[in-house]
T-cell receptor, first 115, second 113 residues
Framework: GNSVTQMEGPVTLSEEAFLTINCTYT??????LFWYVQYPGEGLQLLLKATKADDKGSNKGFEATYRKETTSFHLEKGSVQVSDSAVYFCALSDPSSGSARQLTFGSGTQLTVLP | DAGVIQSPRHEVTEMGQEVTLRCKPISGHDYLFWYRQTMMRGLELLIY????????DSGMPEDRFSAKMPNASFSTLKIQPSEPRDSAVYFCASRLLSGNTIYFGEGSWLTVV
């Protein structure tokens, strides 16, 4: 079956620090990969995505590269801000699971950025 | 365009009461999903619909939970009777058949006391 393993949190960083949140996956087919972000008290927002190997998704200074050889999709940002404090979810959508391509989520990583 | 719209945003109810959560998917989307988020279990898919038809309800925890989609623009998730362990955030989400991105609503935050 499909699964997503995320770096355990919580992660606490100072403003302008470099961020990496690790994500690895197991899938039976060729999945699309996503990072969603959940700000306090809010719903899930798509942060970035990649649909095939070696694709790089990017948004708001965040980046993640689809690495098929290591089955990974690590999230990075060069300089975090206090406003980046949120929970980050890695997810995959496997077309071999059917046309719905529903998402399988990791457990989420809580990020707190201190001023 | 409006996103996925859920109501109520917050609900506090007593054990044994019926709870109905509502969702309006993005117009034109073919798939609708209901997810539940808890601290213990993370994000779990409860059920999804394709063109208003329930396809997979294997994630529905028990018979107290039911979901309907009477038309393309409306779905409900009902819990009857509710129990304290049902306290969670319930997300509705939707997607186009031709797309690969699922869009989420802001969630319904349910507390059963």
């Amino acid at each position: 079956g499909n699964s997503v393993t995320q770096m355990e949190g919580p992660v606490t960083l100072s403003e302008e620090a470099f961020l990496t949140i690790n994500c690895t996956y197991t899938a039976t087919g060729y999945p699309s990969l996503f990072w969603y972000v959940q700000y306090p008290g809010e719903g899930l927002q798509l942060l970035l995505k990649a649909t095939k190997a070696d694709d790089k998704g990017s948004n708001k200074g965040f980046e993640a590269t689809y690495r098929k050889e290591t089955t990974s999709f690590h999230l990075e940002k060069g300089s975090v801000q206090v406003s980046d404090s949120a929970v980050y979810f890695c997810a995959l959508s496997d077309p071999s699971s059917g046309s719905a391509r529903q998402l399988t989520f990791g457990s989420g990583t809580q990020l707190t950025v201190l001023p | 365009d409006a996103g996925v719209i859920q109501s109520p945003r917050h609900e506090v109810t007593e054990m044994g009461q019926e709870v109905t959560l509502r969702c309006k998917p993005i117009s034109g989307h073919d798939y609708l999903f209901w997810y539940r988020q808890t601290m213990m279990r993370g994000l779990e898919l409860l059920i999804y619909f394709n063109n208003n038809v329930p396809i997979d309800d294997s994630g529905m925890p028990e018979d107290r939970f039911s979901a309907k989609m009477p038309n393309a623009s409306f779905s409900t998730l009902k819990i009857q009777p509710s129990e304290p362990r049902d306290s969670a955030v319930y997300f509705c989400a939707s997607r186009l058949l031709s797309g690969n991105t699922i869009y989420f609503g802001e969630g319904s935050w349910l507390t059963v006391v």
